[in-house]
T-cell receptor
């Protein structure tokens, strides 16, 4: 089936540094998402991105977070500066249909460790 | 805000047992409902969805029926296999004016051969 790729698979950084997580979504998809999952806990919605804009974001999407997809390339999540509580697995997802019930395709996740 | 409640945190069954995982939702609109499955080290995989009341979704022997009256979307399978061991997530999806998906806490299923 369609594949979503995420780079890197694991990132270790020091608190206060900037990190960029990269997502290569399914090629004809229009909607993009980031989720955060702390080990053993549930998936938490962060943000939904469509047509170059953030459509909706949750309270977890702090001011230090930003997303973009320049020129149809990677869909990125940038955290600047990072905090210890940002340690988690971040999943990217994409979906293609406009409106209605859209299933999402998820990447394998990027494990972020903030020291 | 919208929410999804999965009653069972963990379920342990033997092969060929019947599976039920309970999912109830609360939403201000009329959402689509989804089931996803997550294997270790992977992202969630779409299992199936239902978009309207009384619609049944199914895939790989799993099924669930959208019940607007009881706000439920319970996952069932008649005969589980060891390979079904995974974490199952119920989720509600976008509706008019809302672009967000909300996932339940997940139910870890362990099937013993």
């Amino acid at each position: 089936g369609p594949k979503v790729l995420q780079i890197p698979s694991h990132q270790i950084i020091d608190m206060g540094q900037m990190v960029t997580l990269n997502c290569d979504p399914v090629s004809n998809h229009l909607y993009f998402y980031w989720y955060k999952q702390i080990l053993g806990q549930q998936m938490e919605f962060l943000v939904n991105f469509y047509n170059g804009k953030v459509m909706e974001k949750s309270k977890l999407f702090k001011d230090q977070f930003s997303v973009e997809r320049p020129d149809g390339s990677y869909f990125t999540l940038k955290i600047q500066p990072t905090a210890l509580e940002d340690s988690a697995v971040y999943f990217c997802a994409s979906s293609g249909r406009t409106g209605g019930a859209r299933e999402q395709y998820f990447g394998p996740g990027t494990r972020l460790t903030v020291l | 805000g919208d929410s999804v409640t999965q009653t069972e945190g963990q379920v342990a069954l033997s092969e060929e047992d019947f599976l039920t995982i309970h999912c109830n939702y609360s939403a201000s609109g009329y959402p689509a409902l989804f089931w996803y499955v997550q294997y270790p080290g992977e992202g969630p995989q779409f299992l199936f969805r239902a978009s309207r009341d009384k619609e049944k979704g199914s895939s790989r022997g799993f099924e669930a029926t959208y019940d607007k009256g009881t706000t439920s979307f319970h996952l069932r399978k008649a005969s589980v296999q060891e390979s079904d061991s995974a974490v199952y997530y119920c989720a509600l999806g976008p509706y008019t004016g809302n672009y967000k998906y909300v996932f339940g806490a997940g139910t870890r299923l362990k099937v013993i051969a």
